[in-house]
């Protein structure tokens, strides 16, 4: 079995910011490909961003290009995101995924954390 505990959520201000973390433990899976998802009260879950090692690229959802980033240690098995200038539409329950060949489609991923709740103020 493999687990993703996902960490770092929270209430924030509008323009503030907030780390989550997600590490990743149990039996081995391919690590190629990590990614962050997120749902909002009656919306579906949507792609955030993710990265894949084997050609060293990050992706992201438009929305949020140039104020989150995504990063990885290795060393820990663990993937963070970074989220800057946070807006209101930002709130959601955020999800940590692993192992995928396409970064951005969540039913390509076989691993899932129970997501956090991530809330901002305006």
């Known amino acids: 079995q493999v687990h993703l505990a996902e960490s770092g959520g929270g209430l924030v201000q509008a323009g503030g910011s907030l780390r989550l973390s997600c590490e990743a433990s149990?039996?081995?899976?391919?690590?190629?490909?990590m990614g962050w998802f997120r749902q909002a009260p009656g919306k579906e879950r949507e792609f955030v961003a993710a990265?894949?090692?084997?050609?060293?690229?990050?992706y992201y959802q438009d929305s949020v290009k140039g104020r989150f980033t995504i990063s990885r240690d290795n060393a820990k098995t663990a993937v963070y995101l970074q989220m800057n200038s946070m807006k209101p539409e930002d709130t959601a329950i955020y999800y940590c995924a692993a192992d995928s060949k396409i970064p951005w489609s969540a039913s390509d991923y076989a691993y899932w954390g129970q997501g956090i709740q991530v809330t901002v103020s305006s």
């Open positions: 990265f894949r090692w084997s050609d060293d690229n990050p």
């Open positions: 149990g039996r081995a899976f391919s690590r190629d490909v």
